[in-house]
């Protein structure tokens, strides 16, 4: 089982606020980490990807109240970028070969990755946020991707400046 399996207990978290009554809900994604490729867990909510992480140390709680947390653990999402989780995937579905720059495909074949579900929650903000470093093409309705390298290293280079 997942480290966030357990539900029903009671955890602490610290995370960006969004919404001052305190009433969030989101979704936890497994994805694949960008860079690892291993399943990484994100928490999706409000259009904005939140990359989860937890702390635990050896002797340790927390006092929610009237509630103890026992075993200290300390879970920590973080704004995260979401071109940088679906480059991987968005090379990947260009099937480039050497000089050829690849094939335009549609949003949801790109987000189709088996054992990864939660891709296919990204796909309004994949459609938004990818059109920066894609060359896209739109036929009817339906709008086609391709990632675009020099687009990549210019959104790249903008990121580290």
Known sequence: MAWWGDADETRVL??????????????????????????????YFDEELLELHWFKQSYGSWF??????????????TPVDPVF?????FDEAR?????????????DEILYVQGYEGYQQLASIAEKSMQI??????VGSTK????NDSMVLRWLSYKVS
């Open 144 to 147: 086609f991707f391709r990632l």
């Open 85 to 89: 989780i679906l480059l991987p995937i």
């Open 14 to 43: 610290i995370a960006p606020d969004h919404d001052t009554n305190g009433n969030v809900s989101g979704n936890v994604l497994s994805l694949r980490h960008p860079k690892t490729g291993n399943k990484a867990c994100y928490l």
């Open 64 to 77: 929610l109240g009237d509630y103890v947390c026992e075993d200290g653990r300390l879970y920590t999402a």
């Open 95 to 107: 099937m480039k070969k050497k000089d050829d720059p690849g094939k335009f495909r549609q949003l």
């Open 133 to 138: 470093v894609c060359d896209f093409k739109e």
